[in-house]
């Protein structure tokens, strides 16, 4: 699924209305099911009083209409006037109090839509979010959010309730009049609501164009910002700039289309709307000279019409608007139709760690059919020792991480911990007993406080500190103005990237989980600095079930057992001095290693 407009069919589906109404209704409490049907009752009332209000205006100016004497004295209808004016406050009046009712009903679902698309996300497995350009399915959540409340506004609060109205004008016309004021009403209205229907579906073409070069052109904004060092590394401003516009450019045609087509449709409303006016005025009027009718009724019809006329007036722009909140719906209700690659089964139980004993059981896994990433791997970690896993780049090696973490389900074979195959787990009990310091450190747009609380959010301030000392990063921490407070920007882009890569560490530190997984941990760190956290990594993860990934050979020499994968496969196993005298890839990965010092 791409979440843009170009793949959703030109016709609304109504589909996401029946999900909207299962969470306004369904999924809610006696109380705000109650509120729901006294703010449907409130709206009805204000629309009785709606109708009903230009009867006592009639009938004022009726009475207005009648001299008395010589004089020409006017008898003052006070009580119609008070009458009219009631009714028009009750019309206002019960359509807010409908309003203040709905409101909460409204923002409930609607929190409740996000909150569960959020989670959904985050249930999904890594390779959707791999497939995925944030900005882009950040832009579709939002419309989609967005899309409910002007739903509910158009269709619940200013198309459904007009059509109410329309029905009781028509029958008040039928009844009072002949059945030709009914029938020229209705006419105009079907003409006119046919005619911004044709109009506005031509012109959705193009607002959905909009939609689409919109996404496009955030899309495009948010990875350019998102790599900012990388355009500059390439002095590639100009060429970002150019691809910006691209989309813009054709946003702004788009644009120009759907504001011409608006203004054609706003002059055929109002030709419209004045021909039947002038109809209803030539009925009313002949009708007022053959005296079977008064003043007061020739103002009735006409001031029925123009008050059918005033909330149809945003008729194409609602249509637009409800056609285009069904679709932006359903692009995010179909994020509810992703399936969720990495699944908890029923019987799944906590993952209690007693040894931490980790085997990797003939593990075969490819991201593709074409492409076998891990072929027939198998290995063990004895309880509190440390595995070092080596090999050149796209051996597989970051792929074990990933299988131990279950973003991803092993293909063929097993991963047992403590004999339990962690398929059989929770995934969040299987998360929460490791702890992993990643090559590709990124950070949360907050303070460094924050990003180090990060591992276990509910630890206090002197457990944070003694992270960040561990760590070695608290020094540096102190001598930035703001401290702990500090920001470090859009993916840490202010800190270095060993600063970056001691506050991961400080962050699985203060997880204290009960196996460790340092994939390429201290790459981005001098080779000072990097000896000195070594130790104080061995010393943390003593007695830990450790897992070693790494690039530099320094890094792993103390390692209880060396794995070299190449291709996908274990081709050497064993502790650094065996694999040297074997003189096999480890051995001439040494020797590089040596010779580039």
């Known amino acids: 699924m791409k979440l843009n407009n170009t793949n959703i069919n030109s016709k609304a589906n109504f589909g996401p209305l029946k999900t909207l109404m299962h969470y306004l209704w369904e999924r809610q409490g006696k109380n705000m099911r ?52 009631a009714a028009r406050i009750g019309a206002q009046l019960f359509n807010e109090v409908k309003d203040m009712l709905f409101v909460r009903v409204e923002h409930r679902a609607i929190r409740q839509i996000a909150l569960e698309t959020f989670e959904y996300l985050h249930a999904l497995s890594l390779r959707f979010h791999l497939d995925r350009k944030t900005g882009g399915l950040s832009r579709s959540i939002e419309r989609g959010t967005n899309a409910i409340e002007t739903l509910l506004r158009f269709m619940i609060f200013n198309i459904l309730p007009t059509i109410f109205e329309i029905i009781m004008v028509s029958v008040v016309l039928s009844t009072i009049y002949t059945p030709s004021f009914a029938l020229v009403t209705l006419s105009t209205l079907a003409i006119y609501i046919t005619f911004t229907i044709s109009l506005t579906e031509y012109r959705t073409n193009f607002v959905r164009k909009m939609n689409q070069t919109d996404t496009e052109a955030n899309t495009k904004a948010v990875d350019s910002l998102l790599n900012y060092e990388t355009v500059k590394y390439f002095n590639n401003e100009k060429h970002e700039a150019a691809r910006y516009d691209a989309s813009l450019e054709q946003y702004e045609i788009a644009a120009v289309k759907s504001k011409q087509i608006m203004s054609v449709l706003n002059i055929g409303q109002g030709i419209i709307i ?39 007036n945003i008729l194409g722009f609602a249509y637009r608007e409800i056609k285009l909140s069904l679709i932006n719906m359903e692009q995010m209700f179909l994020l509810f139709k992703e399936p969720q690659e990495v699944i908890d089964p029923k019987q799944s139980k906590e993952l209690t760690i007693k040894d931490g004993t980790i085997i990797f059981k003939n593990v075969s896994f490819s991201y593709t059919a074409e492409r076998q990433i891990l072929n027939n791997i198998s290995f063990e970690i004895p309880a509190g020792k440390t595995l070092a896993i080596v090999g050149p780049s796209g051996a597989g090696k970051s792929t074990i991480s990933r299988l131990l973490f279950r973003f991803y389900d092993v293909v063929k074979g097993r991963i047992l911990i403590d004999g339990r195959d962690i398929r059989e787990t929770t995934q969040s009990s299987l998360r929460k007993a490791i702890g992993i ?19 276990r959010p ?11 000392k561990l760590a070695k990063i608290h020094d540096f921490i102190m001598q930035t103005p703001d401290q702990y407070l500090t920001t470090v920007g859009e993916r840490g882009l202010k800190l270095s990237g060993g600063e970056k890569q001691r506050i991961a560490i400080a962050r699985t530190l203060l997880k204290k989980p009960k196996i460790f997984l340092f994939d390429e941990a201290t790459s981005a760190l001098d080779t000072h600095t990097e000896k000195t956290i070594q130790e104080n990594l061995r010393e943390v993860s003593k007695g830990h079930t450790t897992i070693i990934i790494a690039h530099r050979l320094s890094t792993v020499v103390d390692a209880d057992e060396i794995l070299v994968i190449d291709q996908g496969k274990i081709i050497e196993r064993g502790i650094h001095s065996q694999l040297l005298k074997k003189r096999g890839l480890y051995a001439q990965m040494w020797k590089r290693q040596l010779e580039s010092k």
Do not use: C, H, W
């Open 34 to 85: 109650f509120r729901m049907l006294s703010a449907l009752a409130f709206l009805l009332i204000s629309k009785i009083f709606n109708v009903y209000a230009p009867v006592y205006y009639k009938k004022a100016v009726d009475a207005l209409s009648i001299n008395v004497g010589d004089l020409g004295l006017i008898i003052m209808p006070l009580g119609t006037i008070l009458a009219y004016g």
């Open 274 to 312: 004045s021909l039947g006016l002038i109809i209803i005025m030539f009925m009313a009027a002949s009708q007022v000279a053959s005296s079977k009718m008064s003043v007061g009724d020739f103002v009735l019809v006409n001031t029925y019409l123009i008050q059918l006329y005033l909330p149809l």
């Open 437 to 455: 310091v990643p090559q590709d450190t990124v950070l949360f747009n907050d303070t460094i406080y924050y990003n180090i609380s990060y591992g």
């Open 458 to 468: 509910q630890a206090d301030k002197d457990e944070v500190i003694k992270a960040a």
